[in-house]
């Protein structure tokens, strides 16, 4: 009898709790990167059937990943929403944020900058929409302090001229950039067995790819018929992309619009279609720097006496300065002829460790591990050779011949990959230590870019973290399971985090109708100061046992 009664009165827990106990609604993650001198501290949070548990502070030097849920899928309009707003400890003017996720006209998270807070490119007031994907993650890092100016999140379109002044001195080797993986495949234009499912790795063009930041392009040129494409191929398999024509337009369009930016197409995988040969003779490699030598407005085509070979080792305002014009540069593999007789061919030299720090797995963990290993055996120094850091997934083979499901192509294997990069690369990054290139899939925002932008403001400029482990709860506990055949460990995790999250939801339910005797289960559990909570409607309510009666 008494079971029974302990049973119902669970039941009924459950039941005023919501339904959002019997299926997951959509979720996914916020990665918050604090690379400023002040603790961030929660002075306010609030939710509404979501799940919405932020840090009460996220010190100096440290990152936090957090995972956040929607109860209830409303589609594009909902009810359903949720805020955690930090306040920057010690900082000489008020300065504060607000994390905000929001379910009408689509889901998303946003963040509003309070007080007197800024970064370049984002006034006092902003807002910033990080967006959301299913599973995903979303990035919001700010970096530097305000003597200094910050940068967030949002950088400017053309970040490099608003940052000239900390990058400028800099060389290529001492800087991260945003760099395209077969960067010309948004489309496809010509197919030989292959799809977009398993041939495009952009789902926007390089005109995009640059207002989101992108910088370095991995440029596949392929001849076919006097027409020049880009490629996917494996061997003769695989389809062609943009023209390289079009990719002429997609950057003359953004350099006359943002000028005084340092581009660089990496020409690579070359192929004559009509021979299906890897290499292509002397007179077609002329061809192509014609066709880009008369097409560029900005191709950088100046041969001052005194540069080295290795134009990696040169400041970048050597290239740009504050006003200029853009600069273009065609990198070309080592057995590429010159360009022509009057330019001497010159190297920016990449360390390409283990074919171009490519992983070659379909496994995110495996990703993160061979990335940072990689990055800790190649990049020693700030002056170490250029070092390529790639966070792809390869597509497994039954995912390659999935044609009719969206949820196994290349585009949609780039969310877990940027989740990986976002919430792990902190693990190898130091002062001395930090990838120049950042090469994704999927250039959908500025968050890569901005990722590239922080790490010039913080790490290039002799800052360490103050703590090299990923916080976070959810991140740990997904390192300690084990992988199951057919199956990835993320995959596995997040259904055993949400039974986890779930069970003990129930226990804790009955054992709070069992222990409280008929009282409310609910209490307020307030972050707020009283001033702030005059502003804001009462928070969530929230299941609390007291620790009395677990103890007792």
Known sequence: MHISRLLFRTAI???????????????????????????????????????????????????????????????????????????????????????????????????????????????????????????????????????????????????????????????LREIAMLASHDAGMSQVTRGYGGVAHNTVTQSVHIYQQLIYGARWFDIRPVIRKGKWYTNHLTGSVGAFGRTIADIIKDVNHFTNENPGELIVLDLTHEMDRMK??????????????????????????????????????????????????????????????????????????????????????DQPSYLEKDQLSKLSLYRLSPTSRMHQSTWTITQRLAHILDFGNPATSIIADAVPAH??????????????TYPNLVEVDDIHDSQVAALCVAINRYFAMGNDLANLRVDGGRLAKRRMVMAFKGRGVDGVMEGYEWVGNRVEWFLKASWCSLKMGGKPCWTEVETETPAAKEKHVPLTRVMEVPSSEIEG
């Not at 306040?87 to 000489?92: M, Q």
């Not at 292509?280 to 100046?302: F, H, S, V």
């Not at 273009?328 to 010159?338: E, G, S, T, W, Y």
């Not at 989740?419 to 001395?432: A, D, F, M, P, Q």
Request: hydrophobic share 35%; with cysteine.
């Open 13 to 171: 827990c459950l039941l005023v709790s919501g339904s959002h106990l019997v299926a997951a609604g959509p979720g996914g993650y916020v990665e918050l990167a604090n690379l400023t001198p002040y603790e961030w501290k929660l002075k306010y949070t609030h939710s509404y059937h979501m799940d919405w548990k932020f840090p009460t502070t996220i010190p100096a030097g440290t990152t936090q990943e957090q995972y956040f849920e929607w109860w209830y899928d409303h589609g594009p309009n909902g009810d359903c929403g949720a805020e955690a707003t930090y306040e920057l400890v010690g900082s000489p003017e008020p300065a504060s944020f607000t994390v905000q996720a929001r379910q009408k006209k689509g889901k998303r998270i946003e963040i509003q900058f309070g007080d007197e807070l800024s970064s370049i490119g984002n006034p006092i007031g902003s807002l910033i929409t990080l967006g959301y994907t299913h599973d995903g993650t979303v990035l919001f890092v700010l970096a530097g302090n305000e003597t200094s100016s910050y940068v967030s999140t949002n950088p400017p379109v053309a970040w490099m001229q608003a940052t000239l002044p900390t990058i400028g001195s800099k060389s």
């Open 276 to 361: 299906w040969k890897p290499r292509l003779t002397p007179e077609q490699w002329q061809k192509l720097y014609d066709l880009l030598y008369n097409g560029l407005d900005d191709i950088w085509a100046i041969n001052p006496t005194g540069l080295p070979d290795d134009l990696s080792t040169v400041p970048i305002e050597t290239f740009v300065q504050e006003g200029s014009k853009s600069a273009v540069f065609i990198r070309v593999p080592d057995h590429a002829p010159a360009f022509i007789s009057t330019i001497q061919k010159r190297d920016t030299a990449i360390e390409y460790s283990t074919a171009r720090s490519f992983s070659n797995t």
């Open 419 to 432: 989740r990986k990069l976002y919430s792990t690369i902190w693990n190898g990054l130091s002062s001395t």
